[in-house]
């Protein structure tokens, strides 16, 4: 044999030998995985959601959720139920291969409308977080329409208004006894008895201060109704009140020539007479710019004072857009063209 035939067949010799050692290594890493998760704490949940529909105020509603442990290796479970659910036990042992049964209590009395509840499970034996998820709706005798309002407020009068409908399950006539609303934000508008449908009336209602309100704000209003059984029913329900309007820039647009000055006063205004804060001002490209103005001041006018040298030496002689965010209309910064 040659010495080059001998040279490669000593390479093809370790050739051979490095890749069966790699796979040997990967089966070995691939065995110490597999052992590894068969091991470990595993769980199986039988359909890990609950959706109970609808349901009256007062009834019992339970379920039982089947926990598997599918692992090799046995672990403690605890389960942390959100305000509504309520658990048989609030730990236990669950040995490789068994099954638990956790009943899962749901109460609903108390405050009425969609809930959405949870419970979580954990493990000192296991990074994993596992969540059971439940979900409905609870009725009373009344309820009111609809479950989760927002006014969002524009400025016009008449579409900033909120009509809520107060209705008695059984059909059975209301007479309104009381109407308030906390912090009085809101004030009533009109209330409509319907002759024709008695066991329905509507409640109309207005934006109250103008002047005066942060945005968002949550407002409760407190019903308070009787039926011809003269039973008395109270209902507090939350009302989100918003804004969405974009106040007025003076100027519109900013021109800027050769040695003009570039620093200028921009002027927001408020038409609807609803108060806004400025939160941020920036420009388009990312662009360096200078801007001085007073921040979180809820008011219904701000000045800005806006330095955009920096920025107009940074555009390459590139039109831009400055743009200002506020709490008016947050997901819409309002934008003023800079044109050279």
Known sequence: ????????????????FVLAYTSLLALMFFISGCSREAESLRLEIDDGRWNFGEVKSGEELSRQFFIRNAGGKGGNLVFEPSCLCQLDDAMVFLEPGSVYPLTV???????????????????????????????????DDIYIRPDAPSLYLTGDPQADQLELQVTAEEKTPLRLKNFQFNPPLLKVIETNNNLDHPQ???????????????????????????????????????????????????PAEIVIGK???????????????????VTRVGASRDLPLSAKFEYNQNTTEHTIQIDLSLALEKSEGQPFTIRIYHTANPATPLRIPVRL
């Open 1 to 16: 044999m040659s010495v080059s035939s001998a040279l490669k067949h000593s390479s093809s010799k370790k050739s051979s």
């Open 105 to 139: 209590t749901v109460s609903t009395t108390g405050p009425t409308g969609s809930i959405k509840e949870s419970v979580k499970i954990t493990s000192p034996e296991s990074k994993l977080v596992w969540v059971l998820e439940i979900q409905g709706r609870i009725w």
């Open 200 to 250: 329905t009336f509507v409640v109309g209602a207005e934006y109250a201060e103008m002047q005066t309100a942060s945005f968002p704000v949550k407002v409760t209003m407190s019903v308070e109704v009787e039926t011809s059984e003269s039973q008395t029913y109270k209902r507090d329900h939350v009302i989100t009140v918003d804004t969405m309007f974009d106040p007025v820039p003076t």
């Open 259 to 277: 040695g003009d000055q570039t620093t200028f006063p921009v002027i927001l205004k408020s038409e609807t007479g609803l108060p806004f804060k």
